[in-house]
């Protein structure tokens, strides 16, 4: 299994798009940090690539490196290993190598303008969400066949995590707006990794003020210890439940 | 005529009969109570450092009462320290701690009751339930005082300077931190506020109600619990005051509520949640303010009317402008606004295309609060950039028909 996540690890981080995937990364956070004489607004620059660029990129280059590598699957299958074995190895080889290149990226940066608890959130964001879109890659590789579909349906779960998701819940808010509904919206967020990391890491910044009532009570739930280990939890259950249901799939599956 | 003659002999004269009388430790009088018991009107009494544990002490007579290297008078948190009630007793270079705590009679540091001329200078203020409290003070002088407390509660702690009922009245260049409200004026008018530095205060730098004809002068309200509160007034003058760094769920730089008449000019309103907030405003002249990195640049309520925006800069805000109507009653013009993107074909440094400083967000959040938990959310990003194009939730008549090109010089 560790020979399998080592070749995987080693070709991805040969590859020309990781790299320099890694170099824009880098590129963003140290421009951010130093074209914004404060680190706040730096921040929330790299706030913005967070919940955007990395969710696409790894969904977009897993999956299309899952179909690549198809025939590699296949000759692994031909070997005495376990099918669920291959699967993990390879989601293990390319989930370090995206947040290696995130780390690398954005991570060093972000340590370095802002050591504190902001700059360490974010990283910590970062790198789950990294991990849970490379998850949803695998979903929907398993899901369809044919590639084009596949990455088809890669793009949807970006453009549904990304920005529908919170087109329906702003759509929510204002169906009933009338009803107590801020303690329900807690619930709601937790329906997308990516809110979850926003709202997860604007509580850590003191733009968290500006959320008025309703980020009061994120605060009251989200921003204590118990919260942070829910939220995080909850994020490790968005990476856990769709390789989950990838790697029963996998299993099963006529190749 | 023989009286203008006299005059100045009797002054004179004055003057030689005044005494000074020393108090101090190895002096021959000890205690400040027997110094004033002896002392006539116009005497000077100088207290030398050492404790004075005294009660409370009351100055009922015109003396000018001197500390010399900050004597210590202790109220030993039970009595009201220093209580003056004769007309222009000055008092300076005391500290003067630990005042009692009570809730009905409000214990002080130093309290002026009900005269006039009373100077209070060049002291230290510690650990005391209300600072300096003026109740019904005319023609007095605060100055040069630094006042300060320590404590958690806003019901435990009153107010730095607290003024009630009193008239001409100058507040100059004191710094005040850690009570309830840095400066509190209530019923106060014709009286100026200068260069005082008030911060970290539990709830507002400055507290201002019902009173009319003030002016406040570069001042420097920091780090308050919910920056500065101005209320139920006309006539304020509001020059050259930095209102910094107040941030929280309900801190306002500058909150105003049923202010009408008023100049609020040459500020700067930097990093605070929202810089100024307005409600049942009318007739002001908002000029040449500097809005820098707030959350919001000014909430305007649609409760306001016929001010004029005029001339300033707003500069790194996450929202400029926010309103909660589509009632706009206001005037913009000349500002400069950094999200503006349009065009200046003819060179005279005034955009081409009028700016809508109110983005769709804004709106949004003024109407469901709970929008709020999209903050930063790239969804959002989005409507805005279109909202900013085609105009069509927010309403179109709040604009700024002649943006300013570049950044004013301020």
């Known amino acids: 299994m560790n020979r399998i996540i080592k070749i995987v690890l080693l070709d991805i981080l040969k590859n020309k798009i990781v790299v320099s995937y890694a170099?824009?990364?880098?590129?963003?956070?140290?421009?951010?940090?130093?074209?914004?004489?404060?680190?706040?607004?730096?921040?929330?620059?790299?706030?913005?690539?967070?919940?955007?660029?990395v969710p696409l990129v790894s969904v977009l280059f897993s999956t299309i490196y899952i179909y690549n590598s198809s025939e590699f699957i296949e000759l692994l299958l031909s070997q005495p290993i376990k099918r669920k074995k291959i699967w993990i190895s390879l989601f293990t080889g390319l989930s370090v190598a995206m947040v290696l290149a995130f780390f690398l990226g954005a991570g060093i940066?972000?340590?370095?303008?802002?050591?504190?608890?902001?700059?360490?959130?974010?990283?910590?964001?970062?790198?789950?969400?990294?991990?849970?879109?490379?998850?949803?890659?695998?979903?929907?590789c398993i899901l369809t066949?044919?590639?084009?579909?596949?990455?088809?349906?890669?793009?949807?779960?970006?453009?549904?995590?990304?920005?529908?998701?919170?087109?329906?819940?702003?759509?929510?808010l204002f169906q009933f707006s009338e009803y107590p509904i801020e303690e329900a919206m807690v619930g709601i967020?937790?329906?997308?990794?990516?809110?979850?990391?926003?709202?997860?890491?604007?509580?850590?910044?003191?733009?968290?003020?500006?959320?008025?009532?309703?980020?009061?009570?994120?605060?009251?739930?989200?921003?204590t210890a118990v919260g942070l280990l829910i939220s995080f939890l909850l994020l490790v259950l968005w990476i856990a439940i769709p390789f989950l249901v990838s790697v029963r799939k996998f299993e099963t599956k006529d190749l | 005529m023989k009286l203008h003659f006299c005059l100045p002999f009797l002054l004179f004269f004055n003057c030689f009969w005044a005494q000074t009388i020393e108090v101090g430790a190895n002096k021959p009088i000890k205690t400040i109570k027997e110094a004033i018991a002896l002392a006539k009107s116009g005497d000077t009494i100088t207290v030398y450092k050492g404790v004075y544990q005294e009660g409370n002490i009351i100055v009922d007579k015109k003396i000018i009462l001197q500390g010399k290297n900050f004597p210590i008078l202790d109220g030993q948190s039970k009595v009201e320290v220093l209580s003056i009630k004769a007309d222009s007793v000055v008092v300076s270079g005391f500290k003067v701690i630990n005042s009692g705590y009570a809730s009905l009679?409000?214990?002080?540091?130093?309290?002026?009751?009900?005269?006039?001329?009373?100077?209070?200078?060049?002291?230290?203020?510690?650990?005391?339930?209300?600072?300096?409290?003026?109740?019904?003070?005319?023609?007095?002088?605060?100055?040069n005082n630094t006042i300060s407390a320590h404590q958690k509660e806003e019901q435990r702690i009153g107010n730095g300077i607290h003024c009630w009922k009193s008239e001409n009245l100058q507040i100059t260049a004191n710094k005040i931190s850690g009570h309830r409200d840095g400066i509190y004026f209530e019923?106060?008018?014709?009286?100026?506020?200068?260069?005082?530095?008030?911060?970290?205060?539990?709830?507002?730098?400055?507290?201002?109600?019902?009173?009319?004809?003030?002016?406040?002068?570069?001042?420097?309200?920091k780090n308050n619990?919910?920056?500065?509160?101005?209320?139920?007034?006309?006539?304020?003058?509001?020059?050259?005051?930095?209102?910094?760094?107040?941030?929280?769920?309900?801190?306002?730089?500058?909150?105003?509520?049923?202010?009408?008449?008023?100049?609020?000019?040459?500020?700067?309103f930097i990093r605070n949640t929202s810089g100024i907030y307005m409600e049942g405003t009318s007739r002001v002249q908002l000029e040449k303010n500097i809005f820098k990195d707030n959350g919001w640049g000014m909430k305007i309520q649609a409760s306001c009317m016929d001010n004029q925006i005029a001339f300033n800069n707003f500069l790194a805000n996450t929202f400029d402008i926010?309103?909660?109507?589509?009632?706009?009653?206001?005037?913009?013009?000349?500002?400069?606004?950094?999200?503006?993107?349009?065009?200046?074909?003819?060179?005279?440094?005034?955009?081409?295309?009028?700016f809508h400083p109110l983005s769709l967000f804004a709106v949004i959040t003024e109407n469901n609060p709970s929008a709020m938990l999209l903050f930063r959310s790239f969804m959002i990003t989005l409507l805005d950039k279109s909202e900013k194009i085609l105009p069509s939730i927010t309403p179109d008549n709040f604009v700024d028909e002649t943006p300013e090109m570049k950044s004013l010089q301020l």
């Open chain 1, 23 to 53: 170099l824009i990364l880098a590129l963003l956070s140290w421009g951010s940090f130093m074209l914004e004489n404060n680190t706040a607004k730096g921040l929330l620059t790299i706030l913005n690539v967070i919940l955007f660029t």
């Open chain 1, 109 to 140: 940066p972000l340590l370095i303008n802002s050591p504190g608890m902001a700059g360490l959130m974010m990283l910590l964001a970062g790198s789950l969400i990294t991990v849970v879109f490379v998850g949803l890659a695998f979903l929907s």
């Open chain 1, 145 to 172: 066949r044919d590639k084009a579909k596949g990455i088809g349906l890669a793009i949807l779960f970006w453009l549904y995590f990304a920005i529908l998701f919170d087109a329906l819940v702003l759509f929510l």
């Open chain 1, 189 to 223: 967020t937790a329906l997308s990794p990516i809110d979850l990391a926003r709202i997860q890491i604007l509580l850590h910044l003191d733009q968290s003020a500006m959320m008025g009532y309703t980020g009061a009570i994120f605060k009251d739930f989200f921003g």
């Open chain 2, 105 to 143: 009679n409000d214990p002080c540091g130093i309290k002026i009751y009900n005269k006039t001329g009373v100077v209070i200078k060049d002291n230290v203020l510690e650990n005391n339930f209300f600072g300096i409290y003026v109740q019904k003070g005319t023609n007095c002088i605060i100055k």
């Open chain 2, 187 to 221: 019923f106060v008018s014709n009286s100026v506020i200068w260069r005082n530095i008030s911060t970290a205060n539990i709830r507002y730098g400055l507290h201002f109600m019902f009173s009319n004809d003030d002016a406040y002068i570069s001042n420097v309200f």
């Open chain 2, 225 to 268: 619990g919910a920056g500065v509160a101005v209320m139920f007034t006309k006539n304020v003058k509001m020059f050259n005051n930095y209102f910094e760094e107040n941030w929280g769920d309900a801190a306002y730089g500058l909150l105003l509520k049923e202010i009408s008449d008023s100049y609020i000019i040459g500020n700067k």
């Open chain 2, 322 to 354: 926010s309103t909660n109507g589509s009632l706009v009653l206001n005037h913009f013009n000349n500002n400069y606004w950094d999200k503006y993107e349009g065009y200046d074909l003819n060179r005279d440094g005034i955009g081409d295309v009028p």
